[in-house]
């Protein structure tokens, strides 16, 4: 594998709730003249999956918990917010730098639970939620795609977070459907014929990095973005989810 | 910028020490047959910067101090190499996970102070350090390639690390020139019209991440991969090292 490109689909349409999205990418693709080969990654933020999905939270219909009220009141926060980041959440880390980070329901470790404010509506109130069951999302858009195009293709559901020790936001996979997420070269020699150590490789993060280079995050936003050469002959299929490390596994939590 | 491309360069050859890298770089594009545009990105694993800057270290001939001896002891690790570690770090943040993780003395917090021991030579008693000044290793190779290519190209060094909270390495960006690396749209506008919440987006890791793709870990390694239609004109450039960020604002240090 030598070579890469990477497309970004102009002139997305907004998404609404209970839109077909597999069709719209379709429909897009088209209007944008590029052919779907076999083994094309297709990714996708996760904004519009969740809008697709109608994940929309109306934050003056919110019955804060005592909870949510206390933690509101400490932070200078709505209330009403704090309450969906605690039904989205298994666990509240952090909030000690005036930033709600928690372990997602899901498992991510993210900010806010990932609910979003921004690209969301001209009415402030409405906020988005990650998608219920990204997986099921991947899986389900990826073969609604391949069998109207008749291609093997993959998906990828991204989100651009926050990360530990580094500035900035990237973005990452949080959900894929058939594709590598993580492999796993244990077991593999280096050039002078050594075993390579302890070396898997976050392939679906470093895709949907590639695709945040396009996406943009303001109002040029380009949801879908097409990754064109990735072989995925080599490596076993496995879904992003094992991407989350499990915390005793996890090198940096000390 | 709705379109990247993505090459790396095939039978690039091994690097010795002294080896004039942005020579060696310039001819392997020729043989690949690449023609470079003004604003390519041309990403180097770091490993072939730190041979052409000889920085071998080897193990046999290094004196562990006391301290290197009793952390070698306690993680039944060679004293040599942690000896090593210790002279290339301000702090060791954790030994807990049985792997030593500090800040390198030029600010990343990484395995191992970036210290490589694969892909390295036969003779096992030889590792690698991360470059001495990597930035202007940077400088350097942008300004002679953009010199006697004529094209006025950028340079990304990259490494691969672990990640906190995820499984699996990503490639990052060690060190830039003459390219954004961290780009802020903080005052900028969603598509809805409401100004944009902290948005600064990790461009260089973003670009690195792609390049990671295709320099592969294993007897596969391509250490030089080039970025095509990347678009330079609307950031003000930026140095790598911006992505460090410092204890008090990394929202994950509580």
New interface residues.
């Given amino acids: 594998?030598?070579?890469?490109?990477?497309?970004?689909l102009?002139d997305f349409p907004?998404i609404r709730p209970n839109d077909n999205l597999s069709s719209i990418i379709i429909d897009s693709i088209i209007n944008n003249n590029i052919s779907i080969d076999e083994g094309d990654v297709i990714l996708i933020a996760q904004k519009v999956v969740s809008k697709s999905e109608n994940r929309y939270k109306d934050l003056s219909k919110i019955n804060p918990s005592k909870e949510a009220i206390n933690i509101g009141e400490s932070l200078d926060r709505d209330p009403a917010f704090i309450q969906l980041i605690l039904e989205e959440s298994n666990e509240i880390?952090?909030t000690?730098?005036n930033?709600i980070?928690v372990e997602h329901k899901l498992g991510y470790?993210n900010?806010n639970a990932g609910i979003d404010?921004?690209?969301?509506?001209?009415n402030?109130n409405l906020v988005l939620l990650l998608p219920e069951n990204p997986k099921k999302s991947a899986t389900y858009i990826q073969s609604q795609i391949s069998k109207q195009l008749k291609k093997d293709i993959s998906i990828i559901i991204t989100d651009?977070m926050?990360?530990?020790?580094?500035?900035?936001?990237?973005?990452?996979a949080i959900a894929s459907s058939n594709i590598q997420s993580?492999?796993d070269?244990r077991g593999?020699?280096?050039?002078?014929?050594?075993k390579?150590?302890a070396?898997?490789?976050?392939?679906a993060?470093?895709?949907a990095?590639?695709s945040?280079?396009?996406m943009g995050?303001?109002?040029d936003?380009?949801p879908v973005v097409i990754i064109k050469g990735?072989d995925r002959s080599k490596y076993s299929i496995n879904n992003a989810f094992?991407?989350?490390?499990n915390k005793d596994?996890?090198?940096?939590?000390?």
């Fill in positions: 594998m030598n070579h890469l490109s990477i497309h970004a102009e907004l880390l952090s000690d730098k930033v980070i470790i900010i404010r921004s690209n969301i509506s001209e402030k651009s926050t990360r530990p020790y580094r500035a900035g936001i990237t973005n990452f993580l492999i070269l593999e020699e280096d050039i002078f014929g050594n390579l150590l070396t898997e490789i976050a392939i993060d470093e895709l990095a590639a945040g280079l396009l995050q303001g109002n936003m380009k990735f094992d991407l989350i490390i596994d996890d090198l940096y939590r000390f």
